[in-house]
Structures are given as C-alpha cells and as structure tokens.
C-alpha cells in the first residue's frame, strides 16, 4: 500500500512539472508577455498573472473563451482564448499559480580590461 501511494504522488508530481512546462510554452507562443510581460508582472494597464488563484484564473479564461467579458479592455482576451482547450487552461493556469522567475546566470563576461597603453 506505501509503494502504490508514494507511485501515486511520483506521477502526480511529475504531472505537475509537465503542466507547469507545458503552460509556459503556451504563455510564449500566444503571446502573452507582450501585455502580462515575461515575468507575468503586467505592463501598463494590463493585470499581474503571476501566482493568482488558479480556480479564478481558469473562471476568467473560459469566460474569454466562451466570447463573454466584464468589460471593454477584457474583450481584448477574447481572441486570444477562443482556440483554449480544457487542457491549455488547466496548464496555463498551473504556470501562472506556481509561477517562479528564474534568476539569469551571467551569460559572458562584461568586466572591462585594459591592455596596452592605450596608443594606436
């Protein structure tokens, strides 16, 4: 019994990550971060997504889904989650509610050195 439980909780876990990665790649390829920006902190007018409820998430994009809005700027999201399927909010919704920035590792090195004199 503690092995088919600890297989259980395995697979959810695992379910989870491929959600959350899932999800990250649809918040990219619809475009998104371009009003939600990348650390889906919001820009502008446009709300924060990162770590919300994940229920009320869900309620908002299958109302965009289903063409209903509360208001004019939330018409907006309609276009962008007509195509949605079950699965595409459920781990778009996962992304947004474990949201994590990732902290960026230095990619080359930047410290100036001088060589030489300095001449021609």
Request: glycine content about 8%; some cysteine; aromatic content about 14%.
């Amino acid at each position: 019994m503690r092995y088919a439980l600890l297989i259980f909780l395995l697979l959810q876990s695992l379910e989870a990550t491929q959600s959350y990665e899932a999800g990250k790649r649809l918040y990219a390829q619809k475009g998104c971060y371009s009003c939600h920006g990348m650390k889906l902190e919001g820009l502008h007018k446009y709300p924060y997504l990162a770590n919300r409820a994940k229920g009320f998430m869900s309620y908002k994009l299958k109302r965009f889904r289903s063409k209903l809005s509360d208001n004019q700027q939330q018409e907006m999201m309609i276009p962008f989650a007509v195509g949605l399927s079950d699965r595409d909010i459920e781990d778009l919704t996962t992304y947004m509610y474990e949201f994590v920035e990732e902290k960026n590792e230095k990619k080359y090195d930047d410290s100036y050195k001088k060589y030489g004199d300095g001449g021609s």
